[in-house]
């Protein structure tokens, strides 16, 4: 009995825990949700309201009115998805010559590609926007996706899971007779999947969240980037806290649709990677 009452406490106090930590990681987004549906009256209001009795959604069709938010969106999207799909086929390529291919070189190349991580973006901001403007892409979408691809990251990943992967594998396939290419492709890459998954959440979120360098690469109206966008609800004068609360809701999502319906490919991600060699 001593025993029951002991877990039923243990159980009850995680649970808990649980709703607390929920409530303050949901808490922003409740209030960003909440605010968005407020006139800008009821905002700052003291004390706070949650559920406003004037709760409407003219503050979202505001923001299609007062900016051409359909297009920043196709462009996050359109950059974001580009950059995923490049960046996961390059990086699984580099990541598994890293891992299962024996060239002269190939630990002080990894070495090289892992330095990079401890190098700031802030310390190549300018340099990458004067190679830009020399190559003529400021404004364009090779501006925004061509320097979001390479990231150490995603090769570290991806060659920790080639390591695992049993060279029987391979040997079967060479014995049928496939060549490096297509074991790659036939072999390596449908292992992968869970990986690949796990990965191209993060880099579609990394990219859809973007906002320094597209702040910097383009600035035109009709190339600006969803986050980019958002700004433009701020003024010398005071900003449209209205308008930036529904923006930022339907900014966000995207990435909540992606996240949840990949979540699961995350944790088997971990769990199949490992930390080998």
């Known amino acids: 009995m001593k025993k029951t009452r002991s877990q039923l406490l243990g159980t009850g106090g995680y649970y808990v825990i649980c709703i607390i930590l929920a409530i303050v990681f949901a808490g922003p ?37 007062q900016a051409p938010f359909e297009r920043y969106m196709y462009n996050s999207f359109f950059v974001a998805t580009t950059v995923t799909a490049v960046a996961l086929l390059l990086h699984s390529m580099a990541g598994y010559a ?28 300018i340099p990458l926007a004067l ?15 061509v320097p979001a691809i390479p990231h150490a990251f995603g090769i570290f990943w991806l060659r920790q899971f080639f390591l695992g992967m049993p ?8 014995i049928d007779g496939a060549t490096r290419v297509g074991i790659f492709f036939r072999i390596a890459l449908p292992l992968a999947r869970p990986v690949l998954a796990a990965l191209a959440v993060f880099f579609f979120l990394a990219n859809w969240d973007a906002f ?53 490919f995350i944790v088997a991600s971990v769990k199949l990677t490992g930390l080998k060699g």
Not at 42 to 65: C, K, T
Not at 167 to 174: Q, T, V, Y
Request: charged share 15%.
């Open 29 to 65: 987004f409740i209030w960003m949700l909440s605010s968005s549906l407020k006139p800008a009256n009821e905002i700052f209001a003291r004390p706070p309201i949650l559920i406003s009795p004037n709760a409407s959604f003219d503050n979202y069709q505001e923001v299609f009115r």
């Open 98 to 125: 890293l891992a299962r291919l024996d060239f002269p070189g190939k630990r002080i190349a990894f070495a090289g590609i892992l330095a990079t991580l401890m190098i700031p973006f802030y310390t190549i901001l």
């Open 131 to 145: 190679l830009m403007r020399d190559l003529g892409w400021l404004n364009t979408y090779l501006a925004l996706i």
């Open 167 to 174: 060279s029987e594998l391979e040997d079967a396939a060479r």
């Open 212 to 264: 320094l360098w597209p702040l910097i690469a383009a600035n035109e109206p009709d190339m600006r980037m969803v986050q980019v966008g958002i700004q433009s609800f701020t003024g010398e004068h005071g900003n449209a806290w209205e308008l930036i609360m529904a923006a930022s809701v339907i900014a966000v999502l995207p990435t909540l649709i992606l996240f949840f319906g990949l979540q699961r």
